[in-house]
Each structure stands twice: as structure tokens, then as C-alpha cells.
């Protein structure tokens, strides 16, 4: 989601930077009291699993100063205490650049170092319950097909993460459904619709012609040789 996605939503992040809609979007469809869905074309997955569990200041710096304004937390296996400290820095370190802190399935967590929001799998907390208990919060909600987007839609998601576009290592048991399967779910949908799984560069101007919304990166950027460098060059062929 550049500014000029047909699927953005306006909002208010942290900062209470209003976005711009895109061309051709209602105003009266906006909630401006859920932080803003435009700053999701290029989606850091912080994976605490390929990353580690040190200081995450030292990846998360270069990162946003390349650019990057929304970063999803994911911490599946560590211990909840280590989890927390580790999620309360990235929330310090997102918040000093105007950035969006995402927490995945940890609903605790996400309210515990005030995230922005939460994203959830199909085998998570369901999205209508996390809608009911965080009203305000975003919510990402994690789809495979047409059916899945339209039940998060139903549910009040504030945008879906689809794929795979291909296998990935950070994600073994991922199904994947391709182009042509994001292309159905972006068709399916009026939300904002970020492609996920195993994107390189190359990837970006077909999926930003197919009315992708953005790209979700984990090991495109964590395990370059510079990460600062990788976000910037994945910001700036997005916005080509």
C-alpha cells in the first residue's frame, strides 16, 4: 500500500500523521480511529526465529531509516518474558520513527508495549474475537484464498496478508497460491491486500500491477549483508 493503492484505508498512526486516500476512495469509509494501513507497502517481519533474541536496535535502526514504516513482531517460540522485553525495545525503536509496530498472535503482548495491532493466522485467535477485544487496534489477518479474505473482511480486518507468492524458509508449512492466487484474493476484497512469501525485488512491479498493497519481507532484508541497504533498494523499486 503506497498512498495510491486502490485498496488503501485512511487512518492515524502513532504520530497522527493523516494519510492521503487513494484516488478514487471514499472518505465516509474510513475509520480514523485505527492507525494507518498506507504505511504497510514494505512490511518488516521481525521473526525472532531468524533473527535471534539480541538487541534489536542494531537490524531495526537501518531498516526504518531506510524507509520502512510498519514492522510485524513475531516471537513463536521464545520465552513470554524475554518476548516482552524484546517487543517493548522494537515498539521504542518504531515509535521514534513514526512506524507501525505489528504483533503477531500474541494478543498480550501486542496490549502489553501498546503495539498498534495484532496479526493473526487462520489458526489463531479468531479475528472477530480480537476485533471485540481491541477495537482500536489494526488488525492483519493472515489468507490463503477469496473465502478467507472476505470472512477477514467480515470479521474486521483492516487488511490481509496473502500468499505464498512462492515456498519460503521462514515459513515451511505455507501453502502456495502464486500470482494468479493473489490476484483472486486482491479481486475478492476492498481491503488493502499485502503479498507475502518469499518476494524479491524483481517480484515488486508485477505485484504492484496486480493491485497488491504491499510486500511483507523477512529474509530479503534480516540476512542481507545490509539490511539497511536491502530496505532501502525494496522501498524505492516499490515506488517506481
Not at 149 to 166: H, S
Amino acid at each position: 500500500m503506497t498512498e495510491g493503492s486502490r485498496n488503501g484505508k485512511d487512518g492515524s498512526g502513532r504520530g497522527g500523521a493523516r494519510l492521503p486516500l487513494p484516488a478514487g476512495i471514499p472518505a465516509g469509509g474510513a475509520d480514523p480511529a485505527r492507525p494507518a494501513t498506507g504505511l504497510l507497502k514494505v512490511y518488516f517481519i521481525y521473526d525472532l526465529g531468524l533473527v535471534g533474541t539480541a538487541d534489536p536496535a542494531p537490524l531495526l535502526e537501518p531498516v526504518l531509516a531506510a524507509g520502512v514504516r510498519a514492522v510485524q513482531f513475531r516471537a513463536k517460540a521464545a520465552a513470554d518474558r524475554v518476548a516482552y522485553e524484546l517487543a517493548e525495545a522494537a515498539r521504542r525503536i518504531t515509535a521514534r520513527y513514526g512506524a507501525l509496530l505489528v504483533v503477531n498472535d500474541r494478543l498480550d503482548l501486542g496490549l502489553a508495549v501498546g503495539a498498534d495491532g495484532l496479526h493473526v493466522g487462520q489458526d489463531d485467535l479468531p479475528a472477530e474475537v480480537v476485533r471485540r477485544l481491541w477495537p482500536e487496534g489494526l488488525l492483519g489477518v493472515s489468507v490463503r484464498s477469496p473465502e478467507e479474505a472476505r470472512a477477514a473482511e467480515a470479521a474486521g480486518a483492516d487488511y490481509v496478508g496473502a500468499g505464498a507468492l512462492r515456498s519460503t524458509s521462514t515459513k515451511d508449512d505455507a501453502r502456495v497460491i502464486g500470482l494468479k492466487g493473489l490476484k483472486a484474493v486482491v479481486a475478492a476484497t476492498r481491503l488493502p491486500v499485502v503479498a507475502i512469501g518469499g518476494i524479491t525485488l524483481d517480484d515488486l512491479p508485477a505485484l504492484r500491477g496486480a493491485g497488491l498493497a504491499g510486500v511483507a519481507v523477512a529474509s530479503a532484508i534480516a540476512r542481507a549483508a545490509d539490511p539497511g541497504g536491502a530496505a532501502a533498494a525494496f522501498v524505492q523499486r516499490w515506488d517506481r
